[in-house]
């Protein structure tokens, strides 16, 4: 198989055209040229899917493909169907799905940019691993602040992630849910994580601090994979009513417009059988995806660290 990264690779499968999102476009800035593969792998914790779809096993469900790494998870308890708007994403994913290796994507190209301007303040490989090699919270934070989180290092952190400077690499409507004071959410977001979860036991927090792949080879799936290049809300209104247990849609609706948030959601209700669950993520943070009702966030249960909003809902609960 061609190098997805090149642009030349075809899809799996064709499917709706795509919607107005600026996910479309198969790259992070508006220079336009080839699609790329944007996630090498997913930043996501699975975890949370698998235990809010467990009560329907065995039933089908529906996924945001990216790098495949859900798509896999999930199917060692459903059939999963699997999308993305991408066709260089989708078929980098079928490679993974095919055993293929895991490759480097224009995300992982960016965060390697920040890990290495970290270096110089301390953030050394060896001080790294010492500290995801931590099993206790308390001891996590501590070290945290005392070793990672010097006055230097916030002040990169704030510079590198000033939206005046993600506006060389990122498209006006992805910056659009960013928070205000975006490094030092980012900064409470990672001490969420290391206040919460083991770090030794953390492959997430490995693949941000260090970029290492998983250690863990994935399962073969126990169940069918189907993947098809679609955009989700033109795919689900593809299908017949009733035809998800559960959905996890990643946070495409990122950046995306009202109207188009209005029909991804009428299109999972449509597509979703009874009691149907649905998990999106945001990088907004929950008063600006939420506004005063939180009831529905996990994100401090997600060991990935990034998402400010982890939303776990039945399907029936989704509000425009």
Known sequence: MSNPDSGAAAAPASSTVAADTPWRAGRFDTRGGPQRVLFGRVYEDVSIELAAFAPKAGQPVFCIASAGCTALALAQQHPVTAVDINPVQLAYAQSRLDGGP???????????VGRAALVPFGWRRATIERFLSMTDPVDQVNSWHAQLQTRPVRWLMDLGLSI?????????????????????????????????????????????????????????????????????????????????????????????????????????????????????????????????????????????????????????????
């Not at 895991?102 to 390697?112: D, I, K, S, Y």
């Not at 996990?298 to 990935?304: G, K, T, V």
């Open 164 to 320: 005046s400077n993600l506006k060389l690499v990122y498209s006006s409507p992805l910056l659009a849910c960013l928070p205000d004071r975006l490094g030092e959410v980012m900064r409470g977001r990672l001490r969420r994580t290391f206040a919460h979860h083991a770090n030794a036991t953390n492959p997430y927090a490995r693949a941000l601090l260090l970029g290492d792949p998983s250690a863990t080879p994935a399962q073969p799936p126990a169940h069918p994979i189907a993947l098809a290049c679609a955009d989700a809300a033109g795919y689900l209104e593809s299908q017949p009513p009733a035809s998800f247990a559960g959905f996890s849609i990643s946070n495409i609706l990122d950046g995306a417009p009202a109207a188009y948030r209005i029909r991804l959601h009428a299109a999972l209700r449509r597509a979703a059988m009874p009691g149907a669950t649905v998990v999106q993520r945001s990088f907004s943070e929950p008063a600006q995806f939420y506004g005063t009702r939180r009831a529905y966030n996990r994100a401090q249960a997600d060991r990935s660290v990034l998402w400010g909003v982890v939303d776990v809902r039945e399907v029936t609960a989704l509000e425009d």
């Open 102 to 112: 895991m490759l480097v994507g224009t995300a992982e190209r960016l965060m390697g």
